[in-house]
């Protein structure tokens, strides 16, 4: 039987069950990150690729009026989005998009900011995770098919200007994804990596 959890996440309360990812405690940074630069970002609204529950861009955009369109490919991840975001108040500026993120996005729409937070475990080691939804950890050979699929995204739906703050799992995996076209084209530049408790976290900005 699905039972609905409800945890804090920064100042917000998000239900969730056991078919999408248990919300990370440490990834409220990446709310943090997205939210200093959503503070000076050019007007527009917040892009969230890979929402889950869609709680790290709620916390991002709760401080702002800005607003947020979640991409999820897991209904019952859009409804836990939907949900949460009626939770929080923010229901009249959250859109929740049902989509691969491949095909969520219209080719004219821009962002100022976009977070991603794409699956990023190798597919061997999956396996580790046992408590967690394949499809929300499985990110291909090396863990970056799905990261991969979000730059291209990034690349296309980062307004001049823009930041993105993508979410993998290793330092090392950054190193692989700055081969991306993306990157080596000009159109993007990984301009800073931190890592945080249990993953790492990337500033994108689109810089041609
Ligand atoms: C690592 S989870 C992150 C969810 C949430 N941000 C969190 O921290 O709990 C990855 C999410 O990506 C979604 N996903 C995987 N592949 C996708 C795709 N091609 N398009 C859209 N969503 C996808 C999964 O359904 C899952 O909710």
Do not use: K
Not at 34 to 40: K, P, W
Not at 89 to 109: N, T
Request: aromatic share 4%; charged share 25%; proline share 5%.
């Amino acid at each position: 039987m699905t039972v609905t959890e409800r945890i804090d996440f920064g100042s917000l309360t998000i239900a969730f069950d056991d078919r999408v990812l248990r919300p990370r405690e440490w990834t409220a940074a990446q709310s943090r990150w997205a939210a200093d630069l959503i503070a000076t970002a050019a007007d527009g609204p917040v892009l969230e690729l890979c929402a889950g529950a869609g709680h790290i861009g709620l916390l991002a955009v709760a401080a702002s009026e800005r607003r947020l369109v979640c991409v999820d490919a897991s209904a019952v991840a859009c409804d836990y989005a939907r949900a949460n975001a009626q939770a929080a108040g923010m229901a009249e500026r959250v859109e929740v998009r049902e989509s691969r993120l491949e095909e969520a996005l219209r080719p004219d729409e821009q962002f100022p900011v976009v977070i991603a937070d794409p699956p990023w475990v190798p597919r061997e080691e999956t396996g580790r995770y046992p408590e967690d939804p394949l499809t929300a950890i499985d990110g291909g050979d090396d863990g970056l098919d799905v990261a991969r699929a979000c730059l291209a995204v990034i690349a296309d739906h980062l307004s001049p200007g823009g930041s993105a703050v993508l979410q993998v799992g290793t330092r090392e995996q950054t190193d692989v994804l700055r081969a991306e076209p993306c990157f080596a084209d000009g159109r993007l530049a990984m301009i800073e990596v931190r890592q945080e408790a249990r993953g790492v976290l990337a500033r994108i900005d689109r810089v041609g």
